[in-house]
């Protein structure tokens, strides 16, 4: 009896001190161990209105095609993220341009029957998106990372399927790009796309 009122003894002590340990703060009659609630990011968009039947089903064939994409856009940015801090510790240039035709061909050989299966339309989107993702432009990437040369057999390629490497995205003055914006932050704040981490920029 002794043993177990000790241990019952020893168990309330130690359960009062794991108590005092912890900071407690009253707030309003309600006992919290922070001083704050923790929330989650809360994101309001207004809802849009279209003026026709035509602008409705317009809307939601890009919304389809933008949340297809979006995850090639942001994988693209990932490994443009990788490769410039594996690059940033070669000093020759030849070696950078041989580990960054390796990593094309890695891309290619992973991606190239996806991409394949892309419509037009959605590989336009894609374009916009890349330039989104990583700050450049397809052109630009290719330029950069390859050379002028292959960059402009690229572009003419694009251009017989009616595709542009070189196009940008803007929000800010194309509507088009404007409404795939929306599209991607209304799919974020409902967790259906995660957004690339800003940081790996």
Excluded at 30 to 44: Q, S
Excluded at 89 to 99: E, G, H, P, Q, S
């Amino acid at each position: 009896m002794n043993k177990l009122l000790y241990v019952g003894v020893l168990i309330l002590a130690c359960s009062v001190y794991g108590q005092q340990t912890q900071p407690v703060y009253i707030i309003n009659g309600d006992t919290l161990t922070k001083p704050y609630i923790d929330l989650r990011e809360v994101v309001v968009l207004p809802s849009i209105k279209f003026k026709s039947y035509d602008d409705y089903v317009a809307y939601y064939r890009l919304q389809r095609r933008t949340v297809k994409v979006y995850p090639y856009a942001k994988l693209a940015a990932e490994r443009l993220a990788t490769l410039n801090q594996r690059l940033a510790n070669v000093n020759r240039k030849r070696t950078k341009k041989r580990y960054a035709k390796r990593v094309e061909n890695y891309l290619d050989d992973e991606f190239k029957d996806e991409l394949k299966q892309l419509s037009r339309s959605e590989g336009r989107i894609l374009i916009k998106l890349i330039h989104r993702e990583t700050g450049f432009t397809a052109h630009e990437l290719i330029k950069k990372l390859r050379n002028g040369w292959r960059a402009f057999i690229y572009q003419t390629t694009a251009k017989m399927f009616d595709i542009n490497i070189k196009t940008s995205y803007n929000p800010t003055d194309v509507e088009e790009d404007a409404l795939i914006e929306y599209i991607l932050q209304k799919a974020f704040a409902e967790g259906l796309l995660e957004p690339a981490d800003k940081k790996s920029k």
